[in-house]
């Protein structure tokens, strides 16, 4: 075994890389999702609202991602 | 006066919405903002660095989008308002607002250096703003619209006063250059989210002043502006490198650097 201190190291947290994209995805998705769900009987305000919560929600996600991109590893 | 003129764009597919134009302009603008942003943090392996391109590739992303979804009346909806008829609504505007400005604050905060708490009540307040914003322009009587109108406006208000005072001031503990590129980025925030009430309450939504053509152009030009205008003077600046809080060099130094 190295008597050399560990040194700590910052690696991209893949469960957070692959958040940001699946939440991306989602809200693009979203701004084209509001037809369709009047189509299954929803009211436009229902819809709507639906729709604007789906974009804040993974905004919000994005930046806790985003925030936890990296983990130290000693 | 030429009709095309009067109706400040030009009807693209042909379904007599002539703001069709600025919305293909805008959907390609964004789409050749987040090709650029994307080709430019290509291959970047800094961890802070990442951490901005994600955010700010993602931006004029969901922009795009937006911009899609409304040029091909998707994003689109009519409202009946007392007294003044049939609105048309563009909702997708809304839903990328809600979206895209708390990211736009986060890279502030994170070029800032801001605690979590602050971030969090910085996006909190903003998206309330965005909400407030959507809720007026989904109500049925201009008293209501106007209204929360005013409410949306005080929020927006609250986060210029967050941006002005507890970004800047942790701002101000960093290096000259993240100094400079933050304060370039809250001027180019302060200026043109505040034209976006103002085009708002004179546009179709509101006093009905500026037609739906010349709002749809000028909420193109600010989207443009605010996301890939403010991104790209972000992915620019050194300080979002590394050792951009490293002790700024004296007078001398920097002479000998250049």
Do not use: C
Request: net charge negative.
């Amino acid at each position: 075994m190295s008597d050399t201190p560990e040194t700590e190291v910052a690696v991209l947290n893949v469960r957070s890389a692959v958040g940001i994209g699946v939440s991306f995805v989602i809200a693009a998705g979203a701004l084209f999702a509001l037809p369709t769900l009047q189509n299954t009987g929803l009211g436009f305000n229902t819809a709507f609202w639906l729709v604007s919560a789906v974009e804040l929600v993974t905004a919000l996600a994005i930046a806790y991602f985003v925030l936890n991109l990296h983990e130290t590893r000693g | 006066m030429d009709p095309t003129v009067m109706q400040a764009g030009f009807d693209l597919l042909g379904d007599g919405r002539p703001e069709t134009l600025w919305l293909g302009i805008g959907t390609i603008l964004m789409l050749i903002g987040t090709f650029y942003f994307i080709a430019k943090g290509w291959g970047v392996t800094d961890e802070e660095a990442r951490e901005y391109y994600a955010i700010t590739i993602l931006v004029p992303g969901i922009a795009t989008a937006a911009y899609l979804s409304m040029f091909f009346g998707i994003g689109l909806t009519e409202v009946e308002v007392a007294g003044r008829g049939t609105l048309d609504i563009y909702y997708a505007r809304y839903a990328d607002w809600l979206f895209t400005t708390p990211l736009l604050l986060l890279d502030l905060a994170l070029l800032a250096k801001v605690d979590r708490v602050t971030i969090g009540t910085l996006i909190g307040v903003d998206a309330l703003m965005i909400v407030t914003g959507l809720i007026g322009a989904l109500s049925q009587t201009m008293l209501a619209r106007y209204s929360w109108w005013l409410v949306s406006t005080i929020a927006f208000i609250f986060v210029l006063y967050y941006l002005l005072t507890s970004l800047r001031s942790a701002a101000k503990r960093r290096s000259a250059e993240v100094q400079s590129t933050f304060n370039t980025l809250t001027v180019i925030t302060a200026v043109l989210w505040t034209a976006y009430p103002i085009l708002w309450i004179i546009g179709t939504e509101g006093a009905g002043v500026v037609g739906l053509g010349l709002e749809t152009l000028g909420f193109m030009v600010l989207d443009v502006t605010a996301k890939v205008g403010f991104g790209f003077v972000l992915l620019s600046s050194r300080a979002i490198l590394p050792d951009s809080d490293a002790p700024e060099p004296s007078a001398g130094e920097t002479a000998t650097a250049d």
